[in-house]
């Protein structure tokens, strides 16, 4: 019995050993990368998210972290530092083992696959021996790949790779070390390939400057120049005799040349003796602007060279035409940020600064703020500022639903912040959360007649009580609060500036508070950072006011230390109120705006005392109106049948007359064509000049009529510019147009005409040889004859 036990149970293993034996085979081995994260001097980094491939992020606040669960094989993995200038970096590593890697900030790595002809891994045998020339390294392979790092972001280096052979078979590639992105992970990584080289090189102008965004090719491989003129083609086969063309904007400024690949340093260095000429600047002339939802006409001013005008909407294109103007209907309510590009056949010119239009939808009678509340504040900042203390007034114009810092849909309002020492276009707007009353973004643009300048900021305030939700103006006790910030400095060279902290927050009511505007019983919120134990901010809110009386800012993300408000005055609307952005005018069209005044059932507009409107919209468009002074009222009616009426509103018009602007017109002609120019109409027009500057820099008026077109006869030879401008019967006198160039060529009869004539003293001297010789033998003849 015991000996058929054990057969039976020895059978048993048999049967199910192969079993088991697949199932263990079956399971993934997996592995873990894991090292320490530094910030830029060296010390231990703050909030730094690790990610490999798609994974979810690890974040790390220590200095250390670890990644688990990475199956074996190639995959991209990034480190961006969130508290240290928000820098990224991207690379390959191919796993095999659990791996340590440490990273800094503003460093990466190059690494490398080193591959046989047929595309298999260089290992045994034929190992590659790898040196960066630029330290002086090496390193070996592993599964065919190696890696130097990390090392300092912007520098270029050079690899220099013998893959079975001496060192006249060295292959080299040379690079510029990068950050990389989400759609560049293989930036830093090449693959050497045995018996390939590269060529690389710079492309510079004839006075040594580099040239952008030149592209190299040959058959399926190119490369596009970056900011210094550099350029590399990897893996070009050693003997073969390559075609290079070397283009920008599709147009060869290097005649396309052979070039036969061998071992060595793979130097090209080439000199463009093309110049291409690109469109001049372009710029928007409309300003940033909250509107109603409601069509708004967006213009720009381009220049010489330009051909057509190509706008994009949130990075989408919505134009490509040659008027200088856009019509924008916006669909829903939010805001929309517009870039323009100038454009001929050699390339395009962006505007280095986007026009942002915010639309606005209705508000509602519940919401905490309406259209046309504002507050005034004195603001100071330690450091003082070069103006002392400011005295700002902030103003609502309507709502919108926005993304925080932290990604999350936040319910806003919108706001206009008028500063005192701004200067005439220098624009300011905040949004605010509509439950925190707390900033989610603000956007601050420069004065166009100043700079181009702008700043855009971005905030996160994530306040939670035991892991839920919370509202720092709901009452509730023990809170924290997560805080982020981004800001964006459109200055040139200044640095975008970053914030991320974890902050306890307390709360205590019924604090007395006094400012120029009043005594006031309030909610205080103190805001403490609790890595460094500093009260970052301090709030105080009244609910008469319905905004915060006083605030305290230790952390605002500017060139002060801190920043401190104190309110001095407060507005709830107890009448209409206008909302226009502008007080001086240049456009003779424009809108009336006013915001929706909670339970008004019509509105009467009057203008300069006569009622020019009267119905329930909150606009009303004016057109054609001349320069001169306009005072508006407007009058809200009530159901009781009682009226509130606004303060009045003061604008000046001043129309500016744009330039007419020439239809297309043929660039080249035969001397002895005419050539038919005209112009869009301008309206109110008396009169058109046109003028003409030749090859030798004279001006001439050729043309000076009512109609917008004109026959030219007779140009010059050479390049002939025209221009045109314009007189209303108003009195006014545009500006000049952007140019139009003619290239005046001479016919071929004149020019064999002129050959010929070269010759005509020659033949006309010899006529009259000949006559005389006529003459003297005729003379002879006669004489023989009476003889």
């Keep these: 019995?015991?000996?058929?036990?054990?057969?039976?149970?020895?059978?048993?293993?048999?049967?199910?050993?192969?079993?088991?034996?697949?199932?263990?085979?079956?399971?993934?081995?997996?592995?873990?990368?894991?090292?320490?994260?530094?910030?830029?001097?060296?010390?231990?980094?703050d909030s730094t998210s690790i990610r490999v491939d798609s994974m979810a992020s690890v974040w790390s606040s220590d200095g250390t972290y670890s990644v688990s669960g990475i199956s074996e094989g190639q995959h991209t993995i990034r480190a961006y530092f969130m508290n240290n200038g928000h820098t990224v970096a991207y690379r390959q590593i191919y796993v095999s083992q659990?791996?340590?890697?440490?990273?800094?900030?503003?460093?990466?790595?190059?690494?490398?696959?080193?591959?046989?002809?047929?595309?298999?891994?260089?290992?045994?045998?034929?190992?590659?021996?790898?040196?960066?020339?630029?330290?002086?390294?090496?390193?070996?392979?592993n599964n065919g790949r190696a890696e130097f790092g990390p090392l300092p972001i912007g520098s270029y280096y050079t690899i220099k790779a013998n893959i079975g052979g001496g060192e006249s078979e060295a292959q080299y590639v040379r690079m510029k070390l990068q950050e990389g992105?989400?759609?560049?992970?293989?930036?830093?990584?090449?693959?050497?390939?045995?018996?390939?080289?590269?060529?690389?090189?710079y492309i510079v102008d004839q006075l040594g400057n580099p040239i952008q965004n030149v592209q190299v090719s040959t058959d399926n491989k190119s490369s596009m120049t970056n900011s210094d003129g550099f350029y590399q083609i990897e893996n070009l086969a050693v003997g073969s005799v390559y075609n290079i063309t070397v283009q920008q904007a599709n147009v060869d400024i290097i005649p396309s040349f052979n070039e036969t690949i061998t071992f060595g340093e793979g130097w090209l260095n080439l000199t463009?003796?093309?110049?291409?000429?690109?469109?001049?600047?372009?710029?928007?002339?409309?300003?940033?602007?909250?509107?109603?939802?409601?069509?708004?006409?967006?213009?720009?001013?381009?220049?010489?060279?330009?051909?057509?005008?190509?706008?994009?909407?949130?990075?989408?294109?919505?134009?490509?035409?040659?008027?200088?103007?856009?019509?924008?209907?916006?669909?829903?309510?939010g805001s929309y940020e517009f870039t323009i590009e100038a454009v001929n056949l050699n390339g395009s010119t962006a505007s280095s600064q986007p026009l942002l239009i915010m639309v606005l939808p209705e508000s509602s009678s519940s919401d905490l703020w309406s259209t046309g509340m504002s507050w005034d504040y004195e603001v100071t900042h330690t450091p003082l500022s070069m103006y002392g203390t400011h005295n700002i007034t902030i103003t609502t114009l309507g709502q919108e639903i926005i993304a925080d810092a932290f990604e999350r849909q936040r319910e806003v309002y919108l706001t206009r912040?008028?500063?005192?020492?701004?200067?005439?276009?220098?624009?300011?707007?905040?949004?605010?959360?509509?439950?925190?009353?707390?900033?989610?973004?603000?956007?601050?643009?420069?004065?166009?007649?100043?700079?181009?300048?702008?700043?855009?900021?971005?905030?996160?305030?994530?306040?939670?009580s035991q892991g839920s939700q919370a509202n720092p103006l709901s009452g509730l006790e023990n809170q924290e609060l997560h805080f982020n910030r981004t800001n964006i400095i459109g200055v040139p060279g200044h640095p975008n500036g970053y914030d991320d902290t974890y902050n306890s927050v307390v709360i205590t009511e019924n604090v007395n508070v006094t400012t120029p505007a009043g005594s006031f019983s309030t909610t205080h919120i103190s805001i403490t950072d609790d890595t460094d134990g500093v009260v970052s901010w301090e709030f105080w809110?009244?609910?008469?006011?319905?905004?915060?009386?006083?605030?305290?800012?230790?952390?605002?993300g500017s060139h002060s230390d801190s920043v401190s408000y104190l309110l001095t005055d407060f507005e709830v609307p107890t009448q209409p109120q206008f909302i226009i952005d502008e007080y001086l005018m240049s456009n003779k069209d424009y809108d009336v705006k006013w915001g929706t005044f909670q339970g008004a059932v019509s509105y009467e507009l009057f203008e300069n005392n006569v009622s020019i409107y009267s119905g329930t919209e909150t606009t009303f468009v004016r057109t054609n109106q001349v320069d001169g002074t306009y005072a508006y009222r407007l009058v809200a009616k009530l159901p009781s049948g009682h009226s509130m009426e606004s303060e009045e509103y003061v604008l000046s018009l001043v129309h500016i007359v744009q330039p007419p602007q020439f239809n297309p017109v043929?660039?080249?002609?035969?001397?002895?064509?005419?050539?038919?120019?005209?112009?869009?109409?301008?309206?109110?027009?008396?009169?058109?000049?046109?003028?003409?500057?030749?090859?030798?820099?004279?001006?001439?008026?050729?043309?000076?009529?009512?109609?917008?077109?004109?026959?030219?006869?007779?140009?010059?030879q050479g390049r002939n510019r025209l221009r045109v401008n314009v007189g209303t019967s108003e009195g006014k006198i545009s500006e000049w147009s952007p140019s139009v160039f003619i290239m005046v060529e001479e016919t071929e009869s004149d020019s064999a005409f002129g050959e010929i004539q070269a010759y005509l003293p020659g033949f006309g001297f010899g006529i009259v040889i000949i006559a005389i010789l006529l003459i003297i033998t005729n003379y002879r003849r006669l004489s023989d004859e009476s003889r």
């Design 272 to 333: 463009s003796n093309v110049e291409l000429i690109f469109p001049d600047n372009v710029s928007f002339t409309t300003q940033v602007q909250a509107i109603q939802q409601e069509p708004l006409t967006i213009e720009w001013a381009g220049g010489d060279f330009t051909d057509r005008f190509a706008l994009y909407m949130n990075g989408m294109l919505v134009y490509n035409h040659t008027d200088p103007y856009y019509t924008f209907i916006p669909q829903t309510a």
């Design 98 to 141: 659990n791996i340590e890697l440490d990273w800094h900030a503003t460093k990466n790595w190059i690494t490398l696959h080193a591959v046989n002809e047929s595309g298999e891994d260089l290992d045994n045998g034929l190992a590659p021996t790898l040196e960066l020339l630029d330290t002086g390294e090496s390193a070996s392979t």
């Design 1 to 45: 019995m015991r000996i058929q036990l054990s057969l039976s149970l020895i059978l048993l293993l048999a049967l199910c050993s192969p079993l088991l034996g697949n199932a263990a085979g079956d399971e993934t081995q997996v592995f873990t990368i894991s090292g320490k994260v530094f910030d830029s001097e060296g010390n231990p980094a």
């Design 417 to 464: 912040v008028y500063d005192e020492h701004h200067s005439e276009g220098e624009k300011s707007y905040k949004w605010y959360d509509a439950d925190t009353l707390l900033p989610v973004r603000t956007y601050w643009v420069d004065a166009p007649s100043e700079s181009s300048y702008f700043q855009e900021g971005t905030f996160g305030w994530n306040f939670t």
């Design 181 to 201: 992105s989400l759609t560049e992970t293989h930036i830093n990584d090449f693959k050497l390939h045995q018996n390939h080289n590269s060529r690389y090189g």
């Design 541 to 556: 809110y009244n609910t008469t006011v319905r905004n915060y009386v006083k605030i305290t800012d230790r952390l605002p």
């Design 666 to 716: 043929e660039s080249n002609m035969t001397e002895g064509e005419d050539v038919m120019l005209s112009w869009g109409a301008v309206e109110n027009a008396i009169w058109y000049s046109v003028t003409l500057q030749n090859d030798n820099g004279d001006t001439q008026t050729i043309y000076n009529g009512s109609e917008p077109n004109f026959k030219i006869e007779d140009i010059e």
